[in-house]
């Protein structure tokens, strides 16, 4: 994961509200195109406006041609429910020596490994399981909920994290949880907040209210450079 490579191509299954929130992160992560993949161009309103709000520029694909062409990106979050995405996994799968050395967040995680993630993997992918951003997320709520903003440190987040995975049923993911976190950024260095927080914005419309608040802020100086 990490910073998406200058040039590269991603990818968002699906066109609902957790959509939105992905196109917001991929930007912050640095994507500077992003395809967005539907059955039906008609229900991905809301990621078309925010995408238009983020000055963001935004393709729709049609879902029937994602398995000829998703093996070609370089970093694809599903935001499709449980399932929702089986029909593009046969699909994946039908094809012999078909490969990608992309990497596929897949949001949904019960059941897990979903389809997709299988067919992800077999073609040569990197996978970050559904469950893995479900952990995060609990932990950023958790922050919010104590009165911490999202890069503040918990006071012993490393017992936090690994009583998240636990009670996930998911013991073995703690460490991996925690290097995956320092690989990416999301802890701070040299007193810098490294990356986006892409769990965090799939959590009650935050990048809408971060958007809000940095559009106020640029009303307030074009104000008073104008006076």
Not at 135 to 148: N, P, W
Request: glycine share 10%; aromatic share 4%.
């Amino acid at each position: 994961a990490g910073a998406v490579p200058e040039g590269a191509r991603a990818s968002v299954l699906g066109g609902g509200g957790t959509a939105t929130a992905a196109l917001a992160a991929l930007q912050q992560l640095g994507a500077e195109e992003i395809e967005l993949w539907v059955r039906s161009p008609q229900r991905a309103g809301r990621a078309v406006e925010a995408a238009e709000r983020l000055g963001l520029p935004l393709r729709i694909r049609d879902w029937d041609a994602a398995a000829e062409h998703l093996a070609g990106s370089d970093l694809v979050v599903s935001t499709l429910p449980p399932h929702g995405a089986d029909d593009l996994a046969a699909q994946l799968a039908s094809v012999p020596g078909r490969s990608t050395g992309g990497t596929l967040l897949d949001a949904a995680y019960d059941p897990w490994p979903s389809a997709l993630a299988r067919a992800w993997q077999r073609a040569g992918g990197t996978v970050v399981p559904g469950l893995d951003m479900l952990v995060l997320q609990a932990l950023d709520q958790i922050r919010l909920f104590t009165g911490r903003s999202i890069d503040q440190t918990l006071p012993q987040e490393h017992a936090v994290i690994r009583a998240l995975c636990t009670a996930a049923g998911r013991p073995e993911l703690a460490e991996a949880t925690l290097y995956r976190r320092k690989r990416v950024g999301l802890l701070l260095s040299k007193g810098r907040y490294l990356a986006a927080q892409l769990l965090a914005m799939l959590d009650g419309d935050l990048w809408l209210r971060n958007a809000r608040a940095a559009n106020a802020g640029a009303r307030l100086l074009a104000d008073a450079a104008g006076e």
